[in-house]
């Protein structure tokens, strides 16, 4: 049973274009929220955070929005650029002692020059 | 600060062989993940330990696997006996906190079994 969803294997942008990547989640204890980027024989780098007393978390040309009632979170990337293109992960986790990160099965992403 | 590292990077074994996989934390990180993620696949939760205790170990297959992240020195993840199943890339992370902060990868090790 997966409890973090990634519906969209991949997706393609035009550069310059907003890129959006969804999320959804099964466990409503999740109570923060990550998104990692990870290049093809690299290992995950963290991008942007949220918690679940936030709706929004704005880093820069990213973006993230958490809809608790939805379970569902979205990643908004604007403008994309080319060096975005990678396979980016939603993971969630339960604050507090003994509690790991569960990692979405990752979107791919192209940004199209 | 040097990141997390991981070593080797790249592991081949034949089956029937033992793998040792190796994860140093960030200095000043005490919690340590280890995750695999097959081909096109996302990455899998195997096992999260604390100096010298394993907290939970849920993804861990029940044979063959066992991990231990002793007082000094690198977390190690133990596969026995490998079969072609466990070619994979296997991950460490590390945090400072458990759940309440984001988490650090190592580049990996890409375990391929022949």
């Known amino acids: 049973d997966q409890q973090v969803k990634q519906n969209s294997p991949s997706l393609s942008v035009q550069e310059g274009r907003i890129s959006i990547l969804n999320c959804d989640y099964t466990n409503s204890m999740f109570d923060y929220f990550l998104w990692y980027k990870k290049y093809p024989a690299e290992g995950p780098t963290f991008l942007i955070s949220i918690s679940s007393i936030k709706d929004k978390n704005e880093d820069g040309r990213f973006t993230v929005f958490l809809n608790k009632s939805a379970k569902h979170l979205s990643l908004h990337i604007v403008p994309s650029q080319p060096g975005d293109s990678a396979v980016y992960f939603c993971a969630a986790s339960v604050r507090g002692y003994g509690q790991n990160f569960v990692f979405g099965p990752g979107t791919r992403l192209s940004v199209l020059p | ?114």
């Open chain 2, 1 to 114: 600060n040097a990141g997390v590292m991981q070593n080797p990077r790249h592991l081949v074994r034949r089956r029937g062989q033992e793998a040792r996989l190796r994860c140093s934390p960030m200095k000043g990180h005490s919690h340590v993940y280890w995750y695999r993620q097959l081909p096109e696949e996302g990455l899998k939760f195997m096992v999260y330990l604390q100096k010298e205790n394993i907290i939970d170990e849920s993804g861990m297959p029940k044979e063959r696997f066992s991990a231990e992240f002793p007082k000094e020195g690198p977390s190690i993840l133990r596969i026995q006996q490998v079969v072609r199943g466990d070619s994979a890339a296997y991950f460490c992370a590390s945090s400072p906190f458990p759940g309440d902060t984001e988490a650090f990868f190592g580049q990996g090790t890409r375990l391929t079994v022949v």
